[in-house]
């Protein structure tokens, strides 16, 4: 159906502490909990791509091309194969395989771990099982930081690139804490550049890997990809005449279709479901499921710790 009107934070009159007491109670009598989570949800556990974190593992690139954030280093067309891996296994490393500086996916997880859950995401950062999130009730959508694929691509497969960006990162002069943190050896300058060796190519068709991330047309929808997907159909399906809650996370206005504008339509479709929305700026709901949701626009670590 298409929704005219949106009921927003502002115009909920219900406190804040009224939002919370609903929260409890909607998620400990749920049947289900559908969790979906954007960017929003690993902004707030501290994965920013600007700022302080930017400069710090960044500066260099920072100093040579002028781009002031993560997302703009991503997508700039660099001279060489060796200076692009250079950007994306700092990227990679740091956004995939270092811990998030804040809890908060833990957090959400002790608040779920006992009920029937299941996620999807477009957050391709692995934060969730990470958490301890069952990698069985995880539908990641838009790919993984953690896999590489062919550019072409020639064939419908993925791989594991841990190891590949680990020495890809050594390669320019960091090491690893034992925390799994990099830190830079004093009097140690970064190199912009990885060893020839080290860059990726298909091992089927020769060409350049690239990373498996939804960007446009070539994106690699993978077995595991396709088992997760009918995962998230058969949960849904089976939960459709229980007490459903769907709780929205930290999702903005760039793919609403995936997640947000679907939520919406099974709680307003479905007799028994309810709509939770936490997002910071963004906390908003169609009149016609007012009375099934519960928004809340404030930050979602503080949020679920007060939940918790």
């Keep these: ?19 919370l007491s609903d929260i409890k109670e909607l998620t400990a009598t749920a049947d289900a909990i559908v969790i979906g989570a954007g960017a929003g949800l690993s902004t707030s556990a501290g994965f920013t791509y600007n700022g302080e974190r930017f400069d710090k593992y960044f500066s260099d690139f920072k100093g040579k091309y002028k781009f002031t954030d993560m997302y703009s280093g991503g997508f700039y067309p660099y001279q060489t194969l060796e200076e692009h891996w ?13 811990n998030a500086p804040k809890p908060v996916y833990d957090n ?6 006992a009920k029937d859950y299941f996620v999807i995401t477009t957050n391709v950062d692995h934060c969730f099982q990470k958490a301890g999130f069952d990698k069985h009730r995880l539908y990641y959508t838009q790919g993984d930081y953690g896999l590489f694929q ?3 691509p020639c064939h419908k497969k993925t791989y594991d690139n841990e190891d590949t960006i680990r020495k890809m990162v050594m390669a320019q002069g960091y090491e690893f804490k034992q925390d799994g943190s990099l830190y830079l050896p004093e009097g140690r ?16 068709c020769g ?7 939804r960007a446009d047309n070539t994106f690699v929808e993978d077995e595991g990809w396709h088992v997760a997907a009918q995962r998230y159909e058969q949960f849904l399906e089976r ?7 769907f709780i929205e996370l930290g999702i903005g206005y760039n793919t609403p279709v995936i997640i947000k504008y679907p939520f919406w339509q099974m709680t307003d479709k479905w007799s028994h479901a309810h709509y939770i929305c936490l ?10 499921i007012k009375e099934k949701s519960v928004c809340v626009n404030k930050d979602i670590d503080e949020v679920i710790r007060r939940l918790l």
């Excluded at 159906?1 to 939002?19: I, P, Q």
């Excluded at 997002?279 to 016609?288: K, M, S, W």
Aim: overall charge negative; proline content about 6%; hydrophobic content about 35%.
């Design 108 to 113: 959400l997880y002790e608040l779920v771990k």
């Design 207 to 213: 060409k350049p890997m690239s990373m498996n991330l």
């Design 279 to 288: 997002n910071y700026g963004q906390a908003c709901a169609p009149d016609e």
């Design 239 to 245: 939960h459709k005449e229980l007490n459903v809650v």
């Design 86 to 98: 250079a950007f994306w296994s700092r990227y990679i490393y740091i956004n995939r395989y270092m």
């Design 189 to 204: 300058t970064l190199k912009m550049a990885v060893p020839s060796e080290l860059v990726p190519y298909c091992p089927e």
């Design 150 to 152: 062919c550019s072409e």
């Design 1 to 19: 159906m298409l929704f005219k009107r949106w009921m927003n934070n502002d115009n909920d009159d219900r406190s804040y502490e009224d939002k």
